[in-house]
């Protein structure tokens, strides 16, 4: 499973809601099984928009406004598409008292969007973390996999510019 | 049972009882806030806190079961300041603007604070979404009112299955609905109004119409006729004082007269006409099959009068007179339609004869008609609104109001229903059957049918003590009953001896269980009565609240009341119904009725 996830940016549509319903059936359309099914979805699909919530509800036969419910429950679950680029801000405590929220702000200015969202060109997104165990170079960004240590405001500009 | 003591008071109780069952039995009121008996029973708002003895942590009364020996207080004082900060709490995030809300005076919230006695507001800070959803024709979702009690939740999901109302988002931004960016209009709402019937505040309620029939009124060239369904009769009176299951139907129609409207007509003559109408849709889908079957030649069909009427053999066949449980088949089993009676609800059928027949007798050009329902139902707001309810490019109704709206007029008009004389519906729109009344509780359509239909195949009565077809009177979900043809007229021999198997239910759960039956062709019926609300239109999602446990039974045993109080029981007998098939429609099933009393359905989709 883990090998076939790994490929989905190579996925075709067809390919991405066959995986869908496999994983499905591999759970065995049980209603109580349905948060690992929205992880598969999410792997698969990268987010879940309305027309994946839609497709898991009529195959396991529940209620669309029911898997809604339990999508926006969970923060862990994104209705959002993500950007090429994940950008997650740290907000644990030492990055907080470090100035954290200044970088959202900074952040947030940069790209002209919220937490939780991604620019319209799909090259952004933008989220907040709790602690990424980067304390001793506090405050600390992650662009996808790359940590910025003692970020400051000022910085933030020249960061972004470096991704094409 | 176990020996319990509530307030130092000795009690004895049933071993299966919460306490606050034992309480209200004993007469102990203990405030209740989401609680809904048989319903909703899930400790969700805690606002029933009891202290019980020897136990650490305040018990949800509603859901603490009673244990021998238990000793319970309900309004200690530990259980009085719980109280007090559970109803501060909830007031911090509702806007206080009762005096300018419209569930002013009977607004639950509003009612407890009435005992809770909160004189502060500790709590001050940001309310939540204010979000106002006009989108649906019936029903109108303000978020802001929502205290989160999850009771519509409860009703929508596991009472009528619908699915639609569900808790979005989490903490602070919570909020009740159908999720993602569909609205109560885009949905798969099927408008039965039963979450506004539970919902304590104004946070879900039914579209308003009462300006747009005050301005009908006050418009010089408009002719106002008003229509009142089976159900209206037996609740209205509640919203006056009287106890449920008081019948005011000649009040209730003088305070139409006294209201201003031209004609007072009755839905119920309409009903009378859905039975010959839907009675001849029964006989020609059962030709229909007969003939399918080399049972029945086609010569003796025509014979029967069934020349180019004999419909597609579909059974079981399916009424259609509940608007909610339209909407719920077409997008739920969108392939089933088939099975539903073509006949319009007969507040349509009404208002298409209004504006057709009636405007001709009456020489009143239809374009200056407008025609009103008054209905136990938010489903026919939506209903009148739908493109097949139109006749020569005239709507067939032009408003509905509810019971509840009804009540609101009366009492801007300064009509005290307690105070009327009994006034009388006009001519020739206002006689029924009591076939017709029973229309208003689940079984009644059937009945009336049955009675109809056994009388025209047999030459008798219906062979039930009191005409009543005992096996689908009451309110449980699925009734069914197996009549036996015999003795039947030379014409109809060849259904002799044949067992017509009937089922009813109220309430879509009970619509769904038998749905699945006919999806997978084991439908044992050849007739079925649905209604959207559980019991039938006497607790439409447009009927006053109560807090009376018992309303059902007591609103329906009125219906049946209303019934047997008429010397006309059976639809076909009604004089002014012959007199209008006679001068104007011809014959059940005929041309004219076709274009104005039938109609069609639309497939949706579930998802």
């Not at chain 2, 303000?142 to 009771?151: E, G, N, P, Q």
């Not at chain 2, 006989?283 to 180019?308: D, N, W």
């Not at chain 2, 044949?498 to 039956?517: N, P, R």
Request: overall charge negative.
């Amino acid at each position: 499973m883990e090998a076939k996830v790994h490929e989905c940016g190579q996925m075709t549509e067809k390919e991405q809601y066959s995986l869908l319903e496999q994983s499905i059936k591999d759970f065995e359309y049980r209603e109580d099984n349905l948060i690992q099914i929205l992880h598969m979805a999410q792997a698969i699909f990268g987010y879940l928009p309305a027309e994946v919530q839609k497709f898991i509800a009529e195959k396991m036969d529940i209620s669309l406004s029911h898997v809604s419910g339990v999508v926006t429950f969970y923060s862990f679950f994104s209705t959002q598409p993500k950007g090429k680029y994940k950008i997650q801000i740290c907000l644990g405590t030492a990055c907080y008292v470090r100035g954290g929220k200044k970088i959202v702000d900074a952040l947030k200015d940069e790209l002209g969007i919220d937490i939780a969202e991604t620019t319209p060109d799909r090259k952004f997104s933008l989220e907040v973390m709790r602690c990424i165990g980067a304390c001793g170079l506090a405050p600390a960004i992650s662009i996808n996999d790359q940590v910025y240590k003692r970020v400051n405001p000022k910085k933030i500009h020249e960061i972004l510019s470096q991704y094409e | 049972m176990v020996n319990i003591k509530i307030n130092g008071k000795d009690i004895q109780a049933r071993d299966d009882m919460t306490i606050l069952e034992a309480a209200r039995e004993n007469n102990i009121q203990i405030p209740t806030l989401c609680h809904l008996e048989g319903i909703h029973e899930m400790g969700a708002c805690r606002m029933c806190v009891v202290e019980v003895a020897g136990a650490k942590a305040l018990q949800a009364s509603c859901i603490a079961p009673v244990r021998e020996g238990m000793e319970v207080c309900t309004h200690s004082k530990r259980v009085r300041e719980r109280r007090k900060v559970l109803y501060e709490l909830i007031l911090s995030d509702h806007p206080k603007d009762c005096l300018n809300c419209g569930r002013n005076l009977s607004c639950e919230l509003q009612a407890l604070g009435d005992i809770i006695q909160a004189d502060e507001a500790r709590f001050k800070g940001e309310l939540s979404s204010d979000t106002v959803d006009l989108s649906s024709e019936s029903i109108v979702r303000d978020s802001a009112k929502c205290i989160l009690c999850r009771r519509c939740v409860t009703m929508c999901n596991e009472v009528q299955q619908v699915k639609i109302l569900n808790a979005q988002e989490r903490g602070f931004a919570t909020l009740i609905g159908p999720g993602n960016d569909l609205l109560m209009g885009t949905s798969t709402c099927v408008n039965c109004g039963q979450c506004t019937t539970v919902c304590p505040t104004n946070a879900l309620h039914e579209k308003d119409a009462i300006e747009t029939v005050w301005d009908a009124l006050a418009d010089p060239n408009k002719k106002v006729v008003v229509q009142t369904a089976p159900a209206v009769r037996v609740a209205i009176g509640e919203e006056f004082g009287y106890p449920a299951g008081t019948i005011v139907t000649g009040k209730m129609a003088q305070a139409l007269h006294d209201l201003g409207f031209d004609y007072v007509f009755d839905t119920n003559f309409a009903a009378d006409l859905t039975i010959m109408e839907e009675g001849y849709e029964l006989l020609s889908r059962l030709v229909g099959f007969m003939v399918g079957a080399g049972k029945v030649t086609e010569k003796q069909a025509e014979e029967l009068g069934f020349k180019g009427k004999l419909r597609q053999p579909v059974l079981p066949m399916i009424t259609s007179c509940s608007p909610g449980w339209i909407k719920y088949i077409e997008h739920y089993y969108n392939g089933q339609l088939g099975h539903l009676s073509s006949c319009k609800s007969p507040h349509m059928m009404l208002g298409a004869l209004v504006k057709s027949y009636f405007a001709e007798k009456e020489k009143i050009d239809p374009k200056d008609m407008f025609v009103v329902s008054v209905m136990p139902c938010t489903a026919k707001k939506y209903e009148i609104t739908r493109e097949e309810m139109v006749n020569g490019g005239y709507p067939n109704v032009d408003a509905v109001l509810t019971t509840r709206e009804l009540a609101v007029m009366c009492k801007q008009a300064g009509i005290d229903l307690k105070k009327l004389e009994d006034g009388k519906f006009d001519n020739p729109l206002g006689l029924s059957s009591g076939a017709a009344d029973i229309f208003g509780a689940t079984g009644g359509v059937m009945e009336a049918a049955l009675r109809t239909v056994y009388e025209l195949l047999t030459g008798r009565e219906i062979p039930f003590d009191n005409l009543h077809v005992e096996p689908i009177k009451g309110l449980e979900k699925i009734k069914s009953a197996a009549i036996t043809l015999e003795g039947v007229k030379d014409e109809w021999k060849f259904l002799e001896g044949v067992e017509v198997k009937v089922a009813v239910t109220s309430g879509l759960a009970g619509a769904s269980t038998l749905l699945d039956q006919i999806k997978k062709g084991e439908s044992p019926y050849h007739f079925i009565e649905v209604m959207a609300c559980p019991g039938g239109c006497i607790t439409g999602g447009g009927q006053p609240r109560s807090d009376d446990a018992d309303v059902r039974a007591k609103r329906m045993n009125a219906i049946y009341a209303e019934d047997e109080g008429k010397t006309l029981r059976k639809s076909h007998e009604n004089k002014d119904l012959q007199q209008l098939y006679k001068d104007f429609l011809g014959e059940p099933l005929g041309h004219v009725s076709h274009e104005l009393l039938h109609t069609e359905y639309v497939q949706r989709n579930r998802y």
